[in-house]
């Protein structure tokens, strides 16, 4: 669901906020994406601009990112020309999806000097571009176009900015009804498409229009006509007018509806009343934004970072499956290891009757009830007594590796185990518990440190975990990978709170922070537990609770690994809206 012009009207008019406010800091936590944090009207601001590829948007955002320990290029030059400068205005483009950021700030010299920041919303080419209005001379993109990739404009340093292509449609805020009656009417004329259906003409002359919001007006049109087929163009007049009138008065309802049907989620500046589904509503059109996009980005985001341990994990995963495949024939072939044994015994009562050079020895099998007859292969190149030998061998080899191979079918499953843990980890990972899982596999010797001669952060002694407030404002700690179990549990629990974990699923470990607490804050506790393992989509997930003086690590087991003795089990199932509901903070 890309943002439209409507959505970028009302998000620049939240912004005016930001008009006269500084640039305190500028940060560039991914590739895609530039924080810009203001102190205005008395506040300070978190200004994302994104130009992700799959979700480019621009909206204040008050989540947390992890910046690299080295800025890029383009957020240097940002810093340059643009931190300490006191934003003069934020303006949308006509109705089409650029918004520009005007900052006047003093250059090197001391003089004042303004620069723009153009952020163009346009799905894969959408871009952040740092300009010189007197000039319109580019002075950085963060992705930069060169004329292999496009003929028509280049983005890069030093080339004269061009616009966007610019389509020929009209404006819908400053359009009256004769007029769209008007281009309603050519649009169906030029149709060449075969289809009719007004949405479609209604995107085609009206710029900013999205065919979601196109959707709805034309079915506000028939809703009000009382057809359900056709729609008047009168009825679909009052309809579009209706809303125009609502954003050119700035009067936006931010909405979010899963249609009911899908389960697909659909955002606008107004009420979707031709989706069948839950509604709700926001504040602001930013708030609104952040609760769309704000995971889907991050966890885009995160894929991008965690491909090669994503990778590398399942390729090590799916080794250790077919390496316990193995050993557990050997285990089977090892079950026949009696059968050798008695061949050498039979053959050693029978030495009187072979001579060497015979092939095979038939005799009577006193181990068999029925006494049958058995015949037993010989190797015509050994002696009787050296073929015996020969069995009895086979049947030391095969008892010994019985022992081996067991221990190495526990090993396995722990391994597969702890790496079905690390996948399970990533799959809720945040931006900033990567690296300590990166980390983790640098320690544990299955990854190698390439860039060890280039960090410089020290190891923190202590990792940020989660809290969460349970109703009863009882905080319960929530680790996201084995750095932050080890310490949750080893070291901040004490040994009267409670710990949680979904029963043989991997998952996070989970602390209550208190010895008195109701059954609210346990359900609370267990559905975090739930939430954060690999049963998060699953229902009755059961997780086990104990004190914490009841969980202990084992001596030489993998990062993260705890065996727990007085457990209790309850049974719940992931509520995914009742856990964002609650307060959290990192600590």
Not at 23 to 40: G, M, T, Y
Request: contains cysteine; hydrophobic residues 35%; glycine residues 4%.
């Amino acid at each position: 669901m890309a943002l439209d012009g409507l959505v970028l009207h009302a998000i620049v008019h939240e912004l005016q906020t930001c008009v006269g406010g500084r640039i305190n800091k500028i940060h560039q936590p991914s590739e895609n994406d530039v924080i810009l944090q203001i102190r205005a009207q008395g506040q300070n601001l978190k200004l994302l601009l994104s130009a992700n590829p799959t979700f480019p948007r621009v909206q204040l955002t008050e989540q947390t990112s992890l910046n690299p320990m080295d800025a890029p290029m383009f957020c240097m030059l940002l810093r340059k020309h643009c931190e300490n400068g006191v934003i003069e205005a934020v303006e949308q483009i006509g109705m089409e999806r650029v918004i520009r950021l005007q900052i006047r700030h003093r250059d090197e010299l001391g003089d004042m000097s303004t620069k723009e920041i153009l952020v163009e919303i346009m799905g894969r080419h959408s871009n952040i571009i740092l300009l010189d209005p007197a000039t319109d001379t580019i002075l950085d993109g963060i992705h930069h176009v060169t004329p292999a990739i496009s003929s028509y404009r280049v983005v890069m340093p030093g080339s004269k900015y061009v616009t966007p292509p610019v389509q020929d449609k009209q404006n819908p805020l400053n359009v009256n009804k004769p007029t769209f009656l008007d281009a309603m009417t050519q649009m169906s004329g030029e149709d060449s498409s075969g289809s009719d259906k007004p949405e479609h003409r209604l995107v085609a002359a009206f710029s900013g229009l999205s065919p979601l919001i196109a959707k709805e007006i034309v079915y506000r049109g028939r809703k009000s006509d009382g057809s359900e087929q056709t729609v008047d163009l009168g009825a679909l007049w009052h309809a579009f007018d209706h809303v125009m009138s609502a954003v050119r008065q700035h009067h936006y309802e931010p909405v979010i509806t899963e249609q009911t049907s899908t389960g697909k989620l659909f955002f606008a500046m107004t009420p979707l009343t031709h989706i069948e589904g839950t509604s709700t509503t926001y504040p602001t059109p930013s708030a609104c934004l952040e609760m769309f996009y704000g995971d889907k980005a991050e966890r885009d985001t995160v894929k991008q970072r965690v491909a090669d341990l994503l990778r590398f994990l399942q390729n090590e995963s799916n080794k250790n499956v077919k390496k316990l495949e193995k050993l557990q024939e050997t285990v089977e072939d090892s079950k026949d290891a009696d059968k050798f044994r008695i061949l050498g015994e039979l053959l050693t009562a029978s030495l009187h009757a072979v001579n060497k050079g015979d092939r095979e020895l038939e005799t009577v099998n006193y181990y068999d009830e029925d006494q049958a007859l058995i015949k037993i292969p010989l190797d015509p190149l050994l002696t009787p007594s050296e073929n015996a030998q020969r069995y009895f061998k086979k049947y030391t080899k095969m008892k010994n590796s019985t022992a081996i191979v067991e221990e190495q079918i526990e090993q396995t499953h722990q391994e597969i185990t702890y790496l079905n843990s690390l996948l399970q980890q990533l799959g809720v990972a945040s931006l900033t518990d990567i690296e300590e899982i990166r980390d983790e596999l640098m320690e544990q010797g299955y990854i190698r440190d390439r860039n060890k001669k280039q960090r410089k952060k020290k190891k923190k002694d202590k990792p940020a975990l989660a809290c969460y407030m349970s109703s009863e404002q009882i905080p319960i700690y929530v680790g996201k990978n084995n750095t932050q179990n080890e310490f949750l549990t080893n070291r901040l629990a004490s040994s009267s709170d409670t710990w949680l974990h979904t029963k043989d699923i991997p998952g996070s470990h989970v602390v209550i922070r208190s010895d008195n607490y109701s059954e609210v804050t346990l359900r609370e506790a267990a559905q975090l537990a739930a939430y954060f393992s690999q049963a998060k989509h699953s229902s009755q997930v059961p997780v086990d609770y104990t004190a914490i003086k009841h969980v202990h690590k084992p001596n030489g087991s993998k990062p993260g690994f705890v065996i727990y003795v007085n457990q209790k089990t309850l049974f719940v199932t992931p509520d995914e809206q009742e856990i964002k509901q609650m307060k959290v903070t990192v600590k």
